[in-house]
Each structure stands twice: as C-alpha cells, then as structure tokens.
C-alpha cells in the first residue's frame, strides 16, 4: 500500500470516529464505554420505584414491600402482602407512598397509602377496576382512573364486557387517610367494550393531569393523549400524526400512545407511536415533533429536562401478534438530545432493561429479568 493510501485512509478512519461515530459505544470485553459503573442492587425483585431524591427504593418482592436505602443498603419490610401489587407512586416529600392492590379472593382493587414515617397503611378507594393513579407532587390529593361494568365468561372460558362500560378520571382531597370531595373530571363509554382510558399523571408542577386516551371513529383509531386541570377545566388533546385508516382491522397496538413522560419542568411530553418519538409542548397549538424514529417500548427523562433516554427491543423475531409491539429482550438503551440533534446507543442487556428510573446526576435504576441494577453512565454533551 502507498503511502498517500495509507495516509488517506486514516484520514477516513479519524472523520468517521470523529463525526459519526462518536456517540456510539466500544465495548472492551463485556463492558461498554457507555458505563462508567455498573452494580446490582438487589435480587429477586418483582417491579421497584425510586424515591423523588433518588435515596431510597421500595421494592416489590415475594415477601412484600421493602424500603431500601441507597446510603447505607439496609432493607426494612414495610408491608407484607397478601395480594398482587403495581402502580407506583409517590408525594415530592417522599412521605407517602401509594401503590394499586388486587385482591384476587373479592375480585376488587384498591388504592392503598403509606405513610413511610410509621409505615401506617391506609386503604383510599375500591373499585372494580383501577387502570392508573397518581398522588399529586405535595401528597394532598389523588387522581385515578376507575372503570364500571359487568362481565361474563363465555364457553371458551373468557371474561367478555356486557353491555354500558365506563371509565372515569377522578380527583379528591387526602385528608386523615381518607379520599373526600372526590370529583368526576372526564369519563369515556362504549358499549360491550372497554374504553381506552388509561395511565394518569400528575405533572411535576402539579397544575396538569394527563391521560392516555383513545378515540374509534369512521376514519379508524384515534389514539391521543389528554391533559386537564385538577378542578376539571382546560381539557386539550394532544394527537400525533393520524394513523392510516384502520377500519376492518385489528387495533394494533403499534398505532397506540405505547409510551410516553413528561419531561421535569412540566413543559414538554414526549411519547412513542407509530415507531417514532413525538415530542409536543404542553399548552402549545403547535402539532407534536417527530425527534427520532424508533419504537421506544420506554422513555425517561433526565433530571434536568434536556435529554432522554429509551428502550428498544433488539429482538430480531417477529411480534408476537400481528402489529403488536416487540417488547422481549435483549434491549437497547439509547440516549437522544430534546431536539432529536444528538443520539447515541448506550449499550445492550441481555435480558432486558424495564422500569427504568432517573432522578439525579447520572445514575440511573432499571430491572434486567429479576435483578436490579444500578449504572453510572456517561454520556454526550446536550
């Protein structure tokens, strides 16, 4: 080889490292340079949720609820549990912790609180079904999304909706372990068929709750997500590009709201569907923002609102069901700038990366099958 080869292939080798390629990790054994540290936290954890200043965790385990905390690593039961327990939640004080219940024996579900400065349980609203809660950041009020109905199992063994079903998007006050002044803010009905209302947040401000939602019209599925005030005024919707018809088909699930968060200031939401990342400014006319073409099956904001991060599956088999989402692992863990401008792939887990949490600095908290881990990661300049 020449000399004037040799020289100008290096040349290319430095432009590509240099301007493309620098996001993107290089592993050195099993360990990507995405990971500054990575250590387990805990085994055999069913779901887990990180306290608002990142200190400590209740996890989910066979046993109960634990508290952990991340100073000294000693875990403490909190509540041993007789029932199936999800939907996490907490006050900014990180005071009270509230978390849905299934009682399998009633075939009831309830919202239950905790007082983590005793640990004293208090059992807030039962209901048939409850698809999603939130405490608001102060802790003195609760919003949730309860659903009426009856249903019937057929020959074949399956729970079937009978006639009217409804959803409803409900607030009240907390006051001495006790939901009072509960009010009805939006609700949805269909009839033999489960309304699509699901997923209530309360933005970090506490000003807003937003909902995932989901319209059937002539022209097909209408996927979109919500946002209202606490006193049940200003309701504005948030749709993304419309799907192509789907009328005659199957509601896939890739052309549903499948993830999405809102960012820490309480400005901005970001939101998967449609194998894209949207990103919409929350009060603003403007349409929702394509940031990047991936189907993110999760999204995290970083603590200071200028980037996220995302979960894609790297599954190379099909969906398990045709125009469903790829959930299984091995996963991806991407990072992407606000904008969309700046991305990079962290690294790659094996068995799968869910629940992912981030709430200060660069640490960061997720679930790989029933481990969880904490890493230390590094990442691009917004």
Request: proline share 7%; aromatic share 12%.
């Amino acid at each position: 080889m020449s000399e004037g080869a040799r020289l100008f292939r290096l040349l290319l080798a430095w432009l590509l490292i240099a301007g493309n390629l620098s996001c993107l990790w290089v592993s050195s054994g099993n360990e990507p340079k995405g990971i500054a540290n990575k250590q387990l936290v805990a085994e055999g954890v069913q779901a887990f949720s990180l306290s608002p200043d990142g200190e400590q965790i209740i996890l989910l385990t066979r046993q109960g609820l634990k508290k952990l905390s991340l100073k000294t690593g000693e875990q403490s039961l909190i509540l041993p549990l007789t029932a199936i327990a999800s939907y996490f939640s907490w006050s900014l004080n990180n005071r009270w912790f509230a978390f849905r219940q299934i009682n399998l024996k009633s075939q009831t579900e309830e919202i239950c609180l905790i007082d983590l400065q005793d640990n004293r349980l208090y059992h807030l609203v039962r209901a048939q079904r409850i698809f999603g809660f939130t405490l608001s950041p102060e802790g003195n009020r609760l919003a949730w999304i309860e659903e009426e109905g009856k249903m019937r199992k057929n020959p074949a063994g399956y729970f079937l909706y009978e006639g009217k079903v409804k959803r409803s998007l409900i607030v009240g006050s907390l006051k001495g372990g006790k939901v009072v002044n509960s009010k009805v803010l939006y609700f949805e009905e269909r009839y033999e068929l489960p309304p699509k209302l699901d997923h209530v947040q309360w933005t970090p401000d506490g000003q807003f709750l937003i909902f995932r939602s989901c319209s059937l019209s002539s022209n097909g599925l209408m996927p979109r997500l919500g946002f209202i005030k606490s006193d049940g005024t200003g309701l504005q919707w948030i749709f993304p590009e419309p799907p192509p018809s789907r009328k005659g088909f199957p509601i896939h699930e890739i052309f549903t709201i499948y993830s999405w968060a809102v960012s820490p200031d309480s400005k901005s939401v970001a939101f998967g569907f449609g194998g894209s990342i949207w990103l919409c400014q929350l009060g603003s006319k403007k349409k929702p923002s394509r940031i990047a073409s991936y189907i993110a099956i999760e999204l995290c904001w970083s603590p200071d609102g200028e980037s996220l991060l995302f979960v894609v599956s790297d599954r190379k088999a099909p969906p398990p069901a045709p125009g469903s989402l790829q959930r299984n692992p091995p996963h991806e863990l991407h990072w992407l700038s606000k904008d969309g401008q700046k991305h990079c792939l962290l690294w790659r887990e094996g068995k799968g990366i869910r629940s992912l949490q981030w709430r200060k600095g660069n640490d960061i908290f997720y679930l790989s099958g029933s481990s969880l881990w904490k890493a230390t990661v590094s990442f691009p300049s917004p």
